[in-house]
Structure formats: structure tokens, C-alpha cells
């Protein structure tokens, strides 16, 4: 799971979550409020109400055109609502927009249409939060009116690795200590609501992004995914053969006098015009450290290895025709890389500073990931290298199957993805291979059912778990599975699976609210977003984070008295929320719940990927 600012959970988000003061309404209606595709399973969900309830279809004028009842409950959602009870309107496949009538209730409105011309839509909106995530000069104005920020980066001091310690595990036990280096690490995108910079997860969702326009063309993808190339480019020194983890540091240290990027709540773009010098408490605001995943000449930690290799790898694919000295560049670059690996007494994985941000425990998925990419480049490019990197790719599935793994495509186990790949080349055979295609398709099966034994058990057929962190996450990480897995066999077993995984994030839960901003009917609109917050709007209309894909549901220990809001900002806090959450489980459109609502370029990264696939199938 992911940990973010452990201190302010133990010292703010403690205690019980109060009942609301009024009694719920009844017959709640959830549903995926983007659509379904014409010729796919149709489920919508009941939250309260009776079994064998009649329902109507009705068309965009009010005729109705389908008629039908309520199922059994699927199970109890809360105290306030004891039983949820399904809808299938699978028969309905005419195009047209729709709403659903369970005695007075009515649905939101929703589509019935080609996966196309609902889901591409949908894509090119995540793809829009990455530009409102970018740093330094090359940034998209955008709703937000983004501004350049952090132009200090250019000449940005490297710091020893900081020493943490305490209960959570991040906070400072001693002064930074810089190593006289200087480096450009500007550009790139901020990790999530805040203004760190993180090659581990830029470079999954660099991964994420090359994939999909492997699967089809778009301009503004390959803008922004060219976009994270670059500053990948510059995150590894090819000179050195050091590689930079991280730009900025999130904790401060009041023994050590300064604060970190998490304590104070500004826009970027004003980072540049603090006036600071060494020792004053802003001087990390301004001049952000960066830190390194290795010194040079050593080994360095292979998930960083695995992904960032993996993504200039993909980079030298698709630019196989149309550019093929950068192409060769690219590949070059990537067997550098991965050339550097620490495979041998590993210790722990470099991820971000301190750990706990992200704390990742799985590395062989991230080098079978980035050997395919390796041997696909070379196949692409008739290198003569695609034999050792696909035995490479081979040797390092069976590595991660032996860990026995259980987890699911998200930040942390990227396997799915290498094995989607991998299973293609083996299909096709490769000479002294560890693994057969049937393993690696066996394990994206295995990892698909996990996800569907678990969604048979929650009342909206959710396989991720609600009762704790990155339901977000996983959530698009199936869907991104079903889709991947469908579209490499053709077996369309997951396929009602992956569009109720699809539906949970766009509507079909207790909250009913999408998870991705600005899509949906209801979204959030308090996103834990420093720029959203001090230039959008908290009150809807346009100026909102497009694309953006929050956390959504959580442990409700998490949450109780939430505090003030943070100083400088704009109060954001919309409580229709309140009556739908559980004991168990609670959703805050809140700017103070960032255990809830604040958005990671990784939980987006799987939306881009996934949505693509699905508007391509």
C-alpha cells in the first residue's frame, strides 16, 4: 500500500466516523454513468429498496423501451443499507442515451455505444491531467492556467541519501548532507497533490502511456509521453551511470529548522520567487535536493532499473520507423540501463525518500518487463542483442513467478504487463527459454481470478477492497488486466469482470461518484490538489482537474475529525458523501482527505492504458 505523510494520519485522522443527522434516501440507483458498449453485459445496482422491484428503461424522450426486476441482494452495503440489489438490462444494445426508473428513483444519464466513441473520450481526459502535472518551463496552461515553476531545477544540488527514522518511517534523524554534484532535472511531472518529482513512478507512467500508443495513435499521448522521455533522459546519466531518484523532499524537520514540500500549500510557480538562502527554513522550497539512486559506478536498484530501461525501450518501438537513429539511441540507452542492475543482494528497493511513500517490495516483474521491452526494440531494429534480451525477459518471469507474488497490476507488480508481451514472443519461440507462454498467460489468468473470487463477495462485484488503501489503483489495474488479457487470447471469460471493475470506477459504487475527475455526472470536486485548489473552481463548472484519478474509498479509521483546512487554501469540502459510507469504508470528497481524494500520476497512469485499450479493442 501506499503511505503518504504517516505523521498527519496518526495525528489528524483518527477516530470514528460520526452517522449523518438525517435519515438516507432509499433506492438509490449506481451505475456506470459514462456508458456501455452495445454488445456488452449491463449491470446497474440498487442501493436500499426490495428484490423483484420493477424497473423501466427509458430512452433520452421518456418512452420506455425496457422493462424488467430487481434481482436478490447481492449483499449488505451499511447498517443504513442492508441489501443492494442488481439490474440486468443486458438487452438493451440500440445506441442512445438512457436513464433507468426504480419507482420514483431515477439514474443518472448514460450511453449505449461503440467502446470508441465512449471510452476515447475518456483516454484523451487522463491523458489532460498529466499536462496539468507538468513542472518546470514547459508547461500547458490549461484550465488550471498553469504557469512555468521550478526553473532552480536546472542546477539542482545532490543530496545523500536522507537518513529517516520514527513509527511511520519518514521522519528526518539527521541534517541533508550535499555531495558538492550539481544536475538538470527539470520538467518532469509532480508526483500526485503535491510538487515532488519521483522517477519511480514518472517512469511507470511513462511505461503506461508508450504502451498505449503502441496500441493506437494520438497526438496530445505522444506529446505528453515524449514529455516524460525527457526527463527520464535526464534522471539517468549515461556518462556516470548514475541514476536520480527523486526531486524535492516531502518532510521537513523542525530539529533540523526547515519545512518540506508537503508543509506548506502554495502554487509552484512560487517555489521560484522565494528569496532564501542556506538555512532558512524555505531554502529545500526553492532549491529542491535531489537524490540519487545509486552513486556512480555502482549497482543500481533493479525495479527502477526494470521500468526506466523498459520505458526508453518502448521509446525506441515506436519510433522504429519514423526515427530510427533516435530509435537505436533509445535502445542503446535501455541495455545501459539494464546493464547496471543490482540483482544480487538487493536489500531494500530504491522507490522514493523516505520509503514509506512508496513501499515496494517486488522487483523481478519490473526486469522481465524491462528485458521484453529490450528484445522488442531489438527485433524492431534487427539487432542482433533480441535473442539474449528475450532469454533475459524468459529468466526473469520465471524469477517472479517463483516469488509467488499475490499481488495485482498497480505501481508496485507491473507483471501483467511484461507478461502480455513476453507470451507473444515465446508464442513465437525462443531458444532456451525458462518459461512457456502458457506459464505467463496461467499467471495474468491467475491473477484475474483473484480479482474476480474477491468480486463475487463485495455487493457491487468490486474486486479491490474498500476497506483500505489504493482501491483506485487497483481498480484500473483490472480493468487494464481484463483488457490486456482478452485482447492477447481472444477469451472473453474476464470481459463482464473487467466492465464491472470499469463500473465501480465510473459510478457503480455506494458513493456514486466516478473516480476520475471531470468525468461522469458526479465526480470529485475537492481533489487534495494544490494547484487545482488555488486556481480551479470548488464549485464545478470547467475549470476542474480533467482526468484526474483519485484514491476513492478507504479505511475509515483514516478519517474523523479532519482539522482545519490547510493554510492557504481555499475550503473545499462537499459532504454528500456522508450517508453512503460504512463502518468499514468511507469516501470524502474533502481537500483535507488526501487518503481519499488526492490523485496519483501512477492511479492515472493505468487509466490511460486501460481506456485505451478498451477504446481499441
Known amino acids: 500500500m501506499r503511505i503518504r505523510r504517516a505523521a498527519l494520519v496518526a495525528a489528524v485522522l483518527t477516530g470514528v466516523v460520526v452517522a449523518p443527522a438525517q435519515a438516507a434516501p432509499t433506492g438509490q440507483i449506481r451505475l456506470d454513468q459514462v456508458g456501455f458498449g452495445t454488445s456488452e453485459q449491463k449491470h446497474a445496482y440498487v442501493l436500499g429498496g426490495a428484490a423483484n ?23 449488505s452495503w451499511s447498517d443504513t443499507f442492508p441489501a443492494v440489489h442488481p439490474i440486468d438490462f443486458s438487452s438493451l444494445r440500440r445506441s442512445g442515451t438512457y436513464r433507468i426508473k426504480v419507482g420514483t428513483t431515477t439514474s443518472p444519464a448514460f450511453k449505449v455505444d461503440s467502446l470508441k466513441r465512449l471510452f476515447a473520450p475518456v483516454a484523451h481526459n487522463t491523458v489532460e491531467f498529466f499536462q496539468a502535472q507538468r513542472d518546470g518551463a514547459d508547461v500547458i496552461p490549461g484550465r488550471l492556467n498553469r504557469k512555468p515553476a521550478h526553473l532552480t531545477d536546472r542546477e539542482a544540488l545532490v543530496y545523500e541519501a536522507p537518513v529517516f527514522a520514527g513509527e511511520g518511517g519518514d521522519q528526518i534523524a539527521a541534517p541533508l548532507k550535499p555531495t558538492g554534484d550539481k544536475v538538470d532535472l527539470e520538467g518532469g511531472w509532480f508526483d500526485a497533490g503535491d510538487f515532488v518529482k519521483f522517477t519511480h513512478a514518472s517512469s511507470y507512467s511513462t511505461a503506461s502511456m508508450l504502451l498505449a500508443l503502441r496500441n493506437k495513435h494520438d497526438a496530445a499521448l505522444y506529446d505528453e509521453a515524449k514529455f516524460g522521455l525527457k ?10 551511470g548514475t541514476l536520480y531518484a527523486q526531486v524535492g523532499i516531502g518532510t521537513g524537520s523542525e530539529e533540523f529548522a526547515f519545512v518540506g514540500d508537503h508543509d506548506v500549500w502554495r502554487l509552484p510557480e512560487a517555489d521560484d520567487k522565494l528569496n532564501v538562502k542556506p538555512g532558512d527554513s524555505e531554502y529545500f522550497i526553492k532549491y529542491r535536493p535531489v537524490f540519487r539512486a545509486n552513486a556512480a559506478g555502482e549497482k543500481i536498484s533493479p ?17 522504429a520507423d519514423r526515427n530510427p537513429r533516435a530509435a537505436r539511441a533509445y535502445l542503446d540507452k535501455a541495455a545501459q540501463l539494464f546493464a547496471l542492475a543490482k540483482t544480487e543482494n538487493v536489500g531494500e528497493l ?17 526486469m522481465e518487463f524491462g528485458a521484453t521491452q529490450l528484445a522488442l526494440a531489438a527485433k524492431a531494429l534487427h539487432d542482433k542483442r533480441y535473442g ?32 502480455a508481451d513476453l507470451a507473444k514472443l515465446l508464442k513465437k519461440g525462443i531458444p532456451g527459454a525458462e518459461v512457456t507462454e502458457k506459464q505467463v498467460i496461467g499467471d495474468i489468468q ?19 477492497n474498500v476497506e483500505t488503501w489504493d482501491v483506485g489503483s487497483r481498480t484500473f489495474g483490472y480493468i487494464t488486466t481484463a483488457a490486456l488479457y482478452q485482447k492477447l487470447t481472444g477469451d472473453r471469460t474476464y470481459e463482464t469482470f473487467g466492465t464491472q471493475q470499469r463500473g465501480f470506477a465510473l459510478g457503480t459504487n455506494a458513493w456514486g461518484t466516478s473516480l476520475i475527475v471531470g468525468v461522469g455526472t458526479k465526480f470529485p470536486e475537492c481533489p487534495h490538489h494544490q494547484a487545482a485548489n488555488l486556481s480551479g473552481s470548488t464549485n464545478g463548472g470547467s ?35 456522508v450517508e453512503f459510507n460504512s463502518a468499514k469504508s468511507v469516501f470524502a470528497d474533502d481537500l483535507r482527505s488526501w487518503p481519499s481524494s488526492e490523485p496519483a500520476i501512477d492511479f492515472t497512469a493505468t487509466g490511460v492504458l486501460g481506456f485505451s485499450l478498451i477504446a481499441h479493442s
Open 350 to 366: 530504491v522507490t522514493a525518500f523516505p520509503h514509506a511513500y512508496y513501499p515496494e517490495e517486488s522487483w523481478t516483474d519490473d
Open 543 to 577: 475549470k476542474v482537474l480533467v482526468g484526474a484519478v483519485i484514491n476513492g474509498p478507504n479505511d475509515a479509521s483514516l478519517f474523523g475529525d479532519l482539522g482545519e483546512m490547510p493554510p492557504g487554501s481555499v475550503d473545499c469540502t462537499k459532504p454528500y458523501t
Open 388 to 419: 539474449q534480451f528475450a532469454r533475459a525477459a524468459a529468466h526473469w518471469a520465471k524469477e517472479f513467478l517463483a516469488t509467488q507474488d499475490p499481488d495485482t497490476l498497480n505501481v508496485y507488480n507491473i507483471s501483467a504487463l511484461g507478461h
Open 303 to 319: 525495479n527502477l532499473v526494470g521500468r526506466v530501461a523498459g520505458s526508453f525501450a518502448l521509446a525506441a518501438q515506436i519510433e
Open 446 to 464: 491467475r491473477q484475474l481470478q483473484k480479482g474476480a473470487d474477491a468480486a463475487r463477495t463485495s455487493p457491487f462485484r468490486t474486486a479491490a
Open 53 to 75: 422491484t420493477r424497473f423501466s428503461v427509458v430512452d433520452s424522450r421518456g418512452r420506455t423501451v425496457l422493462t424488467g426486476r430487481t434481482g436478490a441482494s447481492t449483499g
Open 231 to 240: 526527463w527520464l533522459d535526464k534522471a539517468f546519466d549515461e556518462k556516470t
